[in-house]
C-alpha cells in the first residue's frame, strides 16, 4: 500500500480538466435505463452496478461515500494508504488486488482478457492499452473522472466535486446519500473559506534530482483549492493547467508561500530539489519557511480528496 503512482511529465501536461456537459444524466420514468454523459460520449445503465472494476484510485473516495465500494470486485493500480481513512482502507483491503504493474511512466500494465474475465458491469478508470470502446465492444461500459477527459478545458471547482457525486448517486441507486455527502463536503469547504488574505501562493510540481518546475494556473484544482484557502495564485492570470516555470519566473512573482505537489518519494527531497536551486534562497517562502509539499491527488483531479488537501493546506498555513 506504500508505494505510489509515478506521474510522468507527459501525464501532468495531458490531463484534462472536465467536459463541458459531463455527468448530465437522462432516465426513464425516475429510474433506469439511465444515461450519463461521461467525456462526451453517452454512457447507458440498465440497472445499478453490481459487480465494478477499478482501474484508477479516483472514484474511491465517491464510492466510499454512497457505501457502495463493496461493490467493487477487483482492482488494479495503486491506492496510496496516505490517502483514505482506516474505513475506506479496510474496504479496500477486501478488494482483489489484480495487477499494479506499470510502466517507466507509470501508466498501468493490464491485459483486456484479465479485466473481461472478472464479468464487471462497470469499470472505472480508461487505461492506454484498455480504451473505453474496446470495452463497449464486449458491452461493459466505463467511466473516467471529467477532469481526466482528453482535450478538456473547463475551469475546475469545487462544484465540479459536488456535481460528479450526484452523478455516481444517480448511477448506483444512492441519490440521498449523494445528497448528504455533498452537503458535507460543502460544509467542510464553507468552514475553511477565507476572503483573500492579501498572500500569494504558487503551487509547483518539482522534477526531483533536476529537470523541469511545473506551475499550475487557472484552469487546475490549484486555483480554487488556493482562493478557498484565501491565497492569490500566484501564476492565477495563465490559462493554462499546468506549465513549465523558470526560478527567474518564481523570483519575478515571489509568492508568499509554496505548495509543491508530488506522486511518490521523500516529501524532504521533494523541497530540495525546489529550495536547492541557485538562487532560490531569495524567494521570500524559502525565506520564511512557508513551504508545503501535498501529495498530487490531494489537489488534482477535483474529488473529495481536494477537499482534504485544502484543509491541510488552510492547516499549514493558519494566520
Same mark, same amino acid.
Given at each position: 500500500?506504500?508505494?505510489?503512482?509515478?506521474?510522468?511529465?507527459?501525464?501532468?501536461?495531458?490531463a484534462?480538466?472536465?467536459?463541458?456537459?459531463?455527468?448530465?444524466?437522462?432516465?426513464?420514468?425516475?429510474?433506469?435505463?439511465?444515461?450519463?454523459?461521461?467525456?462526451?460520449?453517452?454512457?447507458?445503465?440498465?440497472?445499478?452496478?453490481?459487480?465494478?472494476?477499478?482501474?484508477?484510485?479516483?472514484?474511491? +473516495?465517491y464510492?466510499?461515500?454512497?457505501?457502495?465500494?463493496?461493490?467493487?470486485?477487483?482492482?488494479?493500480?495503486?491506492?496510496?494508504?496516505?490517502?483514505?481513512?482506516?474505513?475506506?482502507?479496510?474496504?479496500?483491503?477486501?478488494? +482483489?488486488?489484480?495487477?499494479?504493474?506499470?510502466?517507466?511512466?507509470?501508466?498501468l500494465?493490464?491485459?483486456?482478457?484479465?479485466?473481461?474475465?472478472?464479468?464487471?458491469?462497470?469499470?472505472?478508470?480508461?487505461?492506454?492499452?484498455?480504451?473505453?470502446?474496446?470495452?463497449?465492444?464486449?458491452?461493459?461500459?466505463?467511466?473516467?473522472?471529467?477532469?481526466?477527459?482528453?482535450?478538456?478545458?473547463?475551469?475546475?471547482?469545487f462544484?465540479?466535486?459536488?456535481?460528479?457525486?450526484?452523478?455516481?448517486?444517480?448511477v448506483?441507486?444512492?441519490?440521498?446519500?449523494?445528497?448528504?455527502?455533498a452537503?458535507?463536503?460543502?460544509?467542510?469547504?464553507?468552514?475553511?473559506?477565507?476572503?483573500?488574505?492579501?498572500?500569494?501562493?504558487?503551487?509547483?510540481?518539482?522534477?526531483?534530482?533536476?529537470?523541469?518546475?511545473?506551475?499550475?494556473?487557472?484552469?487546475?484544482?490549484?486555483? +480554487?483549492?488556493?482562493?478557498?484557502a484565501?491565497?492569490?495564485?500566484?501564476?492565477g492570470?495563465?490559462?493554462?493547467?499546468?506549465?513549465?516555470?523558470?526560478?527567474?519566473?518564481?523570483?519575478g512573482?515571489?509568492?508568499?508561500?509554496?505548495?509543491?505537489?508530488?506522486?511518490?518519494?521523500?516529501?524532504?527531497?521533494?523541497?530540495?530539489?525546489?529550495?536547492?536551486?541557485?538562487?532560490?534562497?531569495?524567494?521570500?517562502?524559502?525565506?520564511?519557511?512557508?513551504?508545503?509539499?501535498?501529495?498530487?491527488?490531494?489537489?488534482?483531479?477535483?474529488?473529495?480528496?481536494?477537499?482534504?488537501?485544502?484543509?491541510?493546506?488552510?492547516?499549514?498555513?493558519?494566520?
Amino acid at each position: 500500500m506504500k508505494k505510489f503512482v509515478v506521474l510522468s511529465a507527459v501525464l501532468l501536461l495531458s490531463a484534462g480538466c472536465g467536459a463541458a456537459g459531463d455527468g448530465v444524466a437522462s432516465e426513464a420514468g425516475g429510474g433506469y435505463p439511465l444515461t450519463v454523459k461521461n467525456c462526451g460520449a453517452d454512457v447507458t445503465f440498465d440497472r445499478a452496478p453490481e459487480r465494478t472494476v477499478l482501474l484508477k484510485s479516483a472514484a474511491v +473516495p465517491y464510492l466510499h461515500d454512497l457505501g457502495v465500494l463493496d461493490r467493487v470486485t477487483a482492482r488494479a493500480g495503486h491506492y496510496p494508504e496516505e490517502y483514505y481513512d482506516d474505513a475506506t482502507l479496510a474496504e479496500l483491503e477486501r478488494i +482483489p488486488l489484480l495487477t499494479d504493474k506499470t510502466d517507466t511512466s507509470g501508466h498501468l500494465q493490464i491485459s483486456k482478457e484479465v479485466v473481461i474475465s472478472q464479468q464487471p458491469d462497470l469499470v472505472f478508470g480508461e487505461v492506454d492499452n484498455l480504451s473505453r470502446d474496446t470495452l463497449s465492444a464486449v458491452d461493459i461500459p466505463l467511466l473516467e473522472e471529467p477532469a481526466m477527459c482528453a482535450g478538456n478545458t473547463a475551469v475546475p471547482t469545487f462544484d465540479d466535486i459536488y456535481r460528479q457525486l450526484e452523478t455516481y448517486g444517480k448511477v448506483f441507486s444512492r441519490p440521498e446519500q449523494a445528497s448528504t455527502a455533498a452537503t458535507a463536503l460543502k460544509e467542510r469547504v464553507g468552514k475553511v473559506e477565507k476572503v483573500g488574505n492579501g498572500r500569494t501562493a504558487a503551487v509547483l510540481y518539482p522534477t526531483v534530482g533536476g529537470g523541469v518546475t511545473y506551475a499550475y494556473g487557472s484552469t487546475s484544482m490549484a486555483h +480554487p483549492q488556493l482562493e478557498a484557502a484565501g491565497f492569490t495564485n500566484a501564476f492565477g492570470e495563465s490559462k493554462e493547467r499546468v506549465f513549465e516555470v523558470t526560478l527567474e519566473e518564481l523570483l519575478g512573482r515571489n509568492p508568499d508561500v509554496l505548495i509543491l505537489l508530488y506522486g511518490d518519494g521523500d516529501p524532504a527531497k521533494v523541497e530540495q530539489a525546489v529550495t536547492s536551486l541557485p538562487g532560490a534562497e531569495k524567494l521570500q517562502a524559502v525565506q520564511d519557511k512557508q513551504v508545503m509539499t501535498q501529495l498530487f491527488n490531494f489537489t488534482e483531479p477535483p474529488s473529495p480528496l481536494s477537499v482534504d488537501g485544502l484543509e491541510r493546506i488552510a492547516e499549514r498555513f493558519q494566520q
